[in-house]
């Protein structure tokens, strides 16, 4: 059974840094690429960033480029964005998602970050 | 970048009642649009890829179809765990925006 579990939420002040991850089981992490999703409170969903399988491309949102990287860790399973420059508009709930054929297959239960000073 | 536009916003109906939510592109993603159910405090889940091919255990009660830039989501027979937020996403190009959402709810 796939399971994604986000980790590292939390509060940052306004011009922080923050990484999140997400660790993957239940399959073969290293043969599928990766997405970030986020949600602001109350608000629809937002493809943030994708990596490739093999970490080869990545792509990102214009609202996010610059200032966030994706990676990954095929040998711990595991997904990461370091999100730098933060703003108050950063502030989401942030999902990864296991992409298969390109869709976001199976989602983690999400991660709260919140950029406040 | 594409943008997709949801309509309605906000859909009320009955339990027994068929609904459509419409999803249109800015540009033609031939046939590369999801769709996704959200339960309040939950994350989403994937019902529909390729705009027909719905996933494994999502009743057969619904349906997506279109191509281009006209994709419609339609849910028969409703059921109370139908009343959700649903949203398209196109997948043919970067970035992979997903529509506004649709809030089902009970009339």
């Known amino acids: 059974q796939v399971h994604l579990v986000e980790s590292g939420g939390g509060v940052v002040q306004p011009g922080g840094s923050l990484r999140l991850a997400c660790t993957a089981s239940g399959y073969t992490f290293s043969n599928y690429g990766m997405h970030w999703v986020r949600q602001a409170p109350g608000k629809g969903l937002e493809w943030v960033a994708f990596i490739r399988y093999d970490s080869s491309n990545t792509y990102y949102a214009d609202s996010v480029k610059g200032r966030f990287a994706v990676s990954r860790d095929n040998s711990k399973n595991t997904l990461y964005v370091q999100m730098n420059s933060l703003r108050s508009d950063d502030t989401a709930i942030y999902y990864c998602?296991?992409?298969?054929?390109?869709?976001?297959?199976?989602w983690g239960q999400g991660t709260l970050v919140t950029v406040s000073s | 970048d594409i943008q997709m536009t949801q309509s309605p916003s906000t859909l009320s109906a009955s339990v027994g009642d068929t609904v459509t939510i419409t999803c249109r592109a800015s540009q033609n993603i031939h046939s590369w649009l999801a769709w996704y159910q959200q339960k309040a405090g939950k994350a989403p889940k994937l019902l529909i890829q390729k705009a027909s091919s719905v996933e494994s255990e999502v009743p057969s009660r619904i349906s997506g179809s279109g191509s281009g830039t006209v994709f419609t989501l339609t849910i028969s027979s409703l059921q109370p765990d139908d009343f959700a937020t649903y949203y398209c996403?196109?997948?043919?190009?970067?970035?992979?925006?997903f529509g506004q959402g649709t809030k089902l709810e009970i009339k």
């Open positions: 996403q196109q997948y043919n190009s970067y970035p992979y925006n």
């Open positions: 998602t296991k992409g298969h054929a390109a869709v976001s297959e199976t």
